[in-house]
Nanobody
Framework: QVQLVESGGGLVQAGGSLRLSCAAS????????MGWFRQAPGQEREFVAA????????YYASPVKGRFIISRDNAKNTVYLQMNSLKPEDTAVYYC???????????????????WGQGTQVTVSS
């Protein structure tokens, strides 16, 4: 199985940027479609972005489209989430997740993912 560790979270002012990283160990990340999800206090975990194994398919949730960019470096076994123009409503714990699938598969539901990281807190102040 694969182990995932997120990093890069923190406190940032509205309008600022952060880059989250998700480092994988145990197995090659190239075997997995990857996704980012977030969960704010009292709310359900929601989809943020997903990228297929080949990076040929990428999807974003509407609230982050045009502001966030998901990417992957299979050689470094790492997935990234570049977050720009951050808003207070982006405040949440951000999780990366891995899903086995075909080369162009992406998932947008938490139930479609097999492995999860522990999460990293992102706080955006107004």
């Amino acid at each position: 199985q694969v182990q995932l560790v997120e990093s890069g979270g923190g406190l940032v002012q509205a309008g600022g940027s952060l880059r989250l990283s998700c480092a994988a160990s145990g197995r090659s990340l190239s075997r997995y479609a990857m996704g980012w999800f977030r969960q704010a206090p009292g709310q359900e975990r929601e989809f943020v972005a997903a990228i297929s194994r080949s990076a040929g398919s990428i999807y974003y949730a509407s609230p982050v489209k045009g502001r966030f960019i998901i990417s992957r470096d299979n050689a470094k076994n790492t997935v990234y989430l570049q977050m720009n123009s951050l808003k207070p409503e982006d405040t949440a714990v951000y999780y990366c997740a891995a899903a086995l699938g075909s080369s162009d598969y992406t998932g947008r539901l938490p139930s479609e993912y097999d492995y999860w990281g522990q999460g990293t807190q992102v706080t955006v102040s107004s």
